[in-house]
């Protein structure tokens, strides 16, 4: 008698699998936000700067901007006005703006 036909395990995607539960779904949701936020931002970052600042968590409370080191921090909150005034002729909802210094990712 031959073994019957095995099974092949159903995968989903991280996003379905995210968006299956409201609470994940609003965390997927936040990080697309963020990300579009930075898409937005890069433009009128000075090209130097460019690379690297990277969006962090967007919450209740504000948006995180992530820089490697404390001299890009610096330069980035001298930019804060014009940031804010770029996400709100955007159209984004106005959120407070935190620059943190986080070690790059390895």
């Known amino acids: 008698m031959a073994p019957p036909p095995k099974q092949q395990a159903h995968t989903r995607p991280v996003s379905e699998a995210l968006g299956a539960n ?9 990080l697309r936000e963020s990300e579009a936020r930075l898409r937005c931002v890069r433009q009128v970052l000075p090209p130097a700067m460019r690379a690297h600042v990277r969006g962090g968590v967007l919450d209740e409370e504000g948006w995180n901007l992530l820089v490697p080191n404390s001299a890009v921090a610096a330069k980035l909150r001298q930019c804060l ?11 984004w909802a106005r959120v407070a703006l935190r620059v943190k210094v986080q070690a790059p990712e390895r």
């Open 22 to 30: 409201a609470m994940l779904g609003r965390l997927l949701e936040r």
């Open 81 to 91: 006005p014009l940031i804010e005034q770029v996400l709100l002729d955007e159209g």
